[in-house]
């Protein structure tokens, strides 16, 4: 097949006004604000590895269980995360999986 018969294909298969797949079975990756990428997303328990403080009592906090946001890096204390509701949406991180605590 000559390139410019590849382009063709892959030409068709994109919708010109959206720049979207129009096929069901196109398994190619998202890219931009659409996609969700893991670490990125939502709130996660981990271990403190440097010295930190919480956002909201300021307590010290250093090799400890800590609810972390990687957005923003909010860095709560495990009692602030309970009283802001974070708690319940923590994912342990594989860090903290590994440790097991």
């Not at 609810?67 to 923590?90: F, G, K, N, S």
């Amino acid at each position: 097949m000559a390139k410019s018969e590849l382009r063709r294909w892959r030409d068709w298969r994109i919708n010109e006004t959206s720049g979207r797949s129009i096929r069901a079975d196109d398994k190619r990756e998202r890219r931009g604000k659409d996609r969700k990428s893991g670490s990125s997303s939502g709130w996660w328990w981990t271990l403190a590895a440097r010295e930190a403080e919480c956002k909201r009592c300021g307590k010290q906090l250093l090799h400890e269980k800590i609810a972390y946001r990687h957005q923003t890096r909010e860095i709560l204390c495990p009692d602030c995360a309970r009283e802001e509701c974070v708690a319940e949406i923590c994912q342990p991180s594989r860090k903290l999986l590994k440790v097991g605590s």
